[in-house]
């Protein structure tokens, strides 16, 4: 009798621990590691969707920056965390998916290193060059790069970042050479172009909105295949000269392999709670961001998502011809 007593205990407090566990997670501080530097779009969209979800968590979300190598650094320092559910990676197509094709010797696995946790709205990305720039139209662009090839600076975010990837695409598909000129970040190349250090800059459509409409920045086209509802006068590449090319970041939050799935569902939850309030996505609007193809999102989702982005970019790396770094 008191062994099926012991045992019926055993069985119970198996059963009631993960729910316990589930609900004392959150019981201090997050941190959210931003592989780049502070006031870029990746920034600026981590510190935004923090801002929201801690609310729901009821604990804050402190983002941590951790920028270089296209974002690969601070993805390493969040592959090497402590699985326990309060470091967690936000992270991009950059550094979750083209890197193991970018970077000889990554020294993380993007799918084996880390449990998907829920994919954040997609960015469009947007070609702008400085207010002043001679360059009106994406043909006025492309013109200039094929009359002196190599002369025009295209500012990124480091080998691998978004901003980067889609510039070279855009080189290959449009058949330029242009010079890539890489920062620790959006923000600053963003800077550089506005100040004319650099021609032009791919960046995300978040960082893009607030500028809309100033003298600082033009916009000459689009990267989503079709116009967005936020762009709706903006040509997309693809209509302006460079037929089926096409290119968007995705983001997506995630945490170390490991970590508890309590911890991964009850984030999960919170941001579909975030997301069915109205007033968040006015302002996910606001910023750019386009809504998920699928709002049914367990992290399995996006660690699937992330293995065919894998397939995707090492094909197109190979084609573009773009040399691994050491
Ligand atoms: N995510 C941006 C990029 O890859 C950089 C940034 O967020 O600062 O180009």
Not at 179 to 202: C, E, K, N, S
Not at 224 to 252: C, H, M, N
Not at 286 to 304: I, N, R, T, V
Request: proline share 8%; glycine share 10%.
């Amino acid at each position: 009798m008191k062994k099926k007593l012991l045992t019926l205990t055993i069985v119970a407090e198996c059963i009631l621990l993960p729910i316990a566990q589930a609900e004392d997670y959150p019981s201090k501080p997050i941190t959210w590691i931003v592989p780049f530097a502070a006031g870029g779009p990746t920034d600026s969209l981590a510190r935004m969707m923090a801002d929201r979800i801690s609310r729901e968590l009821g604990q804050s979300i402190v983002i941590e920056n951790t920028p270089g190598a296209g974002g690969t650094i601070g993805a390493t320092r969040a592959a090497r965390a402590k699985p326990d559910g309060y470091t967690m990676l936000v992270g991009h197509f950059g550094y979750m998916a083209a890197a193991p094709s970018l970077y000889a010797n990554l020294r993380y696995d993007p799918v084996k290193n880390f449990n998907g946790v829920f994919r954040f709205p997609d960015t469009p990305m947007v070609l702008l060059v400085n207010g002043q720039s001679p360059y009106n139209s994406l043909q006025d662009f492309l013109s200039s790069a094929r009359a002196e090839p190599g002369r025009l600076n295209v500012a990124h975010a480091g080998v691998g970042s978004a901003s980067h990837l889609t510039a070279a695409l855009f080189a290959q598909k449009a058949g330029i050479d242009i010079q890539g000129v890489p920062y620790r970040g959006g923000g600053q190349a963003l800077t550089d172009v506005m100040g004319g250090q650099a021609d032009a800059i791919f960046d995300q459509a978040n960082t893009v909105m607030a500028l809309v409409g100033s003298d600082k920045i033009r916009p000459l086209a689009q990267t989503s295949p079709t116009r967005s509802k936020q762009f709706p006068d903006l040509p997309t590449v693809a209509e302006a000269g460079i037929p089926g090319f096409e290119a968007q970041t995705w983001y997506g939050l995630y945490a170390p392999s490991g970590t508890p799935q309590s911890a991964i569902r009850r984030s999960f939850k919170a941001y579909q709670n975030a997301l069915a309030d109205p007033a968040f996505q006015e302002s996910l609007f606001k910023q750019g961001l386009q809504s998920l193809p699928d709002q049914e999102y367990p992290g399995e989702a996006l660690e699937k998502h992330t293995r065919s982005e894998i397939e995707k970019w090492n094909s197109v790396i190979r084609k573009a011809g773009i040399q691994p770094q050491s």
